[in-house]
């Protein structure tokens, strides 16, 4: 298995993109990648960089106001979850969504994992990625890999 990375600094969108090209290029079907983070830090900016690494060839958006996005055109699935509106709690929602979001033949990320708290159990978290601002548009950005 990987080692845990260091922390790196971006200092720009398209650094934070490569990094996480980087990450995808370790990823197989059924990897979750948990992202966390303050709003802006870069999250979608991450997702967006390893979906492209991909394959994914169409506009990688937020999917704050929709819980998930797919994308089925590139190499393997990718399924990314933003939980952020799930704050009130996951039980009241369809678990079933995320069921079929978080399934063993796609790549999923997930913003905001820790409003799940432990209503994620079973999966194979491949990494956790963490950005921080550092001003302007430095970020830091860790990889933990498991
Ligand atoms: P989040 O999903 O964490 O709320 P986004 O990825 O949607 O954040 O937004 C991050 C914003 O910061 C984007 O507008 C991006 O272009 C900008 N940005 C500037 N510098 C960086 C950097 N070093 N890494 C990532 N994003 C950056
Ligand atoms: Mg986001």
Redesign the pocket.
Known sequence: MPTASPSTE????E???ALAAGLAGTLAPGDVVL?S????????????GAARALGVRVPVT?PTFTIARRYEDGRVPVSHL?LFRLAEGLEDEEPELLDDELAPDRVAFV?WPEVAGGGLPGLHVAARVH?EHLG????R?TIETA
């Open positions: 971006t200092a720009s969108a650094e934070t993109e992202v983070g303050d709003l802006g830090a870069g999250k979608t900016t991450f997702v967006r937020s933003d913003e950005l302007g548009d430095r970020r950005v």
